[in-house]
């Protein structure tokens, strides 16, 4: 498969909120994936090397290099700033520039694996960057609107991603489910645009009060008034966070 273009701007930081629809994502996303490089980052002044794959505009840059990795960046396409180290696809041939220097103590792979369509590749390759003993922090989206269409391929459950982690000899070491009900309805309500059907006095007078009622229900959601004191449960979750080793002894017992 040919390298795809970026349909949308890519993500620069996990700071803003990149549209309505990520007001409750994009911070949960963030604390998750900042707890996870620092529970896992390994001694400062070691030499140790980070590779970020799907780096897009490299907004983890700057937090890794504050902790001491040689930064290493992985895209499909260059960026805008041209700080793409390595282009090419995860499911793909690596370049072999890449693979020199025995491998990556720290691999981030956040919010790319929705658009890979070759798992079986993408893990493969994975193992063959990580050093053995070396850690990869994946998320991925379960409740989350299709974005870089058509690109968009997969919305995989933790079970999905620690199946593959676990037949590719890695040892699972956390997998987590982000959001709670809140968070999802507030996801759900917040991707929603309510429009005027017709054209006509009648569509205009039966829109108006759904529009209201929904920019409330958006407010008020937003406002977390009641998620102290109610609890919405559902088995949807907003997202995944699974972090994998690299056995050094080729089994992930």
Not at 69 to 91: C, E, F, G, M, P
Not at 133 to 147: D, E, L, N, S, V
Not at 199 to 228: C, E, Q, W
Request: glycine fraction near 8%; charge should be neutral; include cysteine.
């Amino acid at each position: 498969m040919s390298q795809r273009p970026h349909l949308i701007p890519r993500r620069t930081d996990y700071e803003a909120i990149g549209g309505e629809q990520e007001y409750f994502v994009i911070p949960l996303l963030r604390h998750a994936i900042y707890d996870a490089i620092a529970k896992y980052t390994v001694a400062s002044g070691s030499g140790a090397s980070a590779l970020d794959i799907g780096a897009g505009e490299c907004p983890l840059r700057k937090e890794l290099e504050s902790r001491g990795y040689h930064y290493v960046s992985l895209d499909i396409t260059q960026n805008k700033t041209n700080t793409i180290d390595h282009i090419a696809r995860i499911d793909g041939p690596l370049p072999p520039a890449l693979l020199e220097g025995g491998g990556f103590d720290l691999i981030l792979c956040t919010e790319v694996l929705e658009h890979v369509p070759d798992w079986s590749t993408t893990f493969t390759n994975l193992s063959k960057l990580l050093k053995p003993g070396g850690k990869c922090i994946i998320t991925a989206p379960f409740f989350y609107m299709p974005h870089e269409e058509p690109y968009d391929y997969w919305r995989p459950t933790d079970h999905a991603l620690r199946h593959f982690a676990q037949i590719f000899d890695f040892r699972v070491i956390q997998s987590t489910r982000t959001g709670d009900g809140w968070d999802v309805l507030g996801t759900l309500l917040c991707s929603i645009a309510i429009c005027r059907k017709r054209k006509s006095i009648i569509g205009l007078v039966a829109t108006v009060p759904v529009y209201m009622a929904h920019r409330l229900m958006v407010k008020f959601v937003k406002s977390k008034m009641l998620s102290k004191f109610v609890e919405i449960q559902t088995r949807y979750y907003t997202g995944n966070v699974l972090i994998i080793e690299k056995v050094k002894d080729g089994n992930n017992l």
